[in-house]
């Protein structure tokens, strides 16, 4: 079901861990520190402004494996009494994670899940031991600070300094006329750890944070309204090119993502999502189309709900014949509307055909070229903006042994 939503703000992290960020100025901007008190104004004059940690420490933090997520604070209270005493003198927390919005309608939109974590340990592999010694399964790892990182930040900007900036500040660059003003960020990293990950100058609305994240570097946040940022995610994510409707599902989508993943994959971070694909791809103002703004646009503030919770719609390019459910992808409980799908023309709509519950067939579907609908490149008669897709409906990437043993010891368990 569809429902119409005001529209929040959305906090983005562009660049994390950086040791220097520097950026000039579309239109006039004033500098504020932590407590929003104006420190000056910039503008183009200024050809360049530049951010340097100084004198900085990591902060301290203890970490905790996330061993459930779940809509419903029954089933996490449920999970946490089935789990082994936990010993020593530790506990198992149950957090809150998301929040409600209220709807003009008198409506609420929920997205809030329960979270149960393990106790704090001082290194995350002391966190993975305990888990290990136990037989337990972590879906994440979350920091818990004990101790904010020390040190300041430094503003630079032909001859104008402002430092001295205090534990857990920031400075924040706040257009004074919104309407046509950018900050224009060099070296931002586009496509992290994916064969075409480079470097982009990104010209980004709304305000710029720059603050020091827990390793004592520089983290850059983008907040700007949600509508706007969607004017971007669109245009990042589709072709310009695409049917107007296909663009407007498009948007639908990539708000319900913002919505019901927000604050969740990035736990513990200043913002909402990231700007990359490990979220979704927002590039700033310089990928915004016309038909991009018009989708956003005509679709303002709808989202879909199942019953009075916020759908998470995250999408990807091709699904291979057969959509996987949620829960096997990031662990918790099955979600009723994310569940395996058939891409096949002839396919019933709650079936999966062909079965794929075991090796051989799984190998043997893999291995061929079924005529899915997402197999465009079987099917000539499809326009270029769907057919440039077909390279991704069948792949091989090859690894050695070593390179696979250290993607694995990425992943929480």
Known sequence: MARSFPSPAARIGIVTGQRMIRCRLVGRYRLEDAQRHPLGTLDESAEWIEFRPQDTTPAVVQWRAVLCKSPQREEAEHFTAALPGPGEERTFDIETVGGTWQLPDGGVLDNREWWVHTPAFESRDAAAAWCRERDLL?????????????????????????????????????????????????????????????????????????????????????????????????????????????LKVQAVCARNTFLATAGKHHRGQPFDLCADDHCQCYRGSTRETREAREAAISTWGEVLVSRTRLCDTRYSKICGGVSESAHSVWGGPPIEYMRPVADFPDAAPDKVEPRLHDEARARAHVQSAPKAFCNVGARPELPEYIRYAAKYYRWQVVYTREELEALLRRLPA
């Open 138 to 246: 972590p879906l994440a790892w979350i920091p818990k600070l004990r101790r904010a990182p020390q040190g300041t930040i430094v503003c630079r900007s032909q001859g104008i300094t402002a430092s001295g900036l205090e534990v857990g500040g920031l400075f924040r660059l706040v257009p004074i006329e919104p309407r046509g003003s950018r900050v224009v960020l060099s070296g931002v990293v586009v496509g992290i750890d994916f064969h075409w990950q480079h470097l982009e100058t990104q010209f980004l609305r709304g305000s710029l944070e720059v603050l020091l994240d827990l390793d004592g570097h520089l983290t850059a946040v983008n907040e700007l309204p949600l509508e706007a940022y969607l004017c971007s995610v669109v245009a990042s994510e589709m072709k310009a090119g695409m049917p107007h409707e296909l």
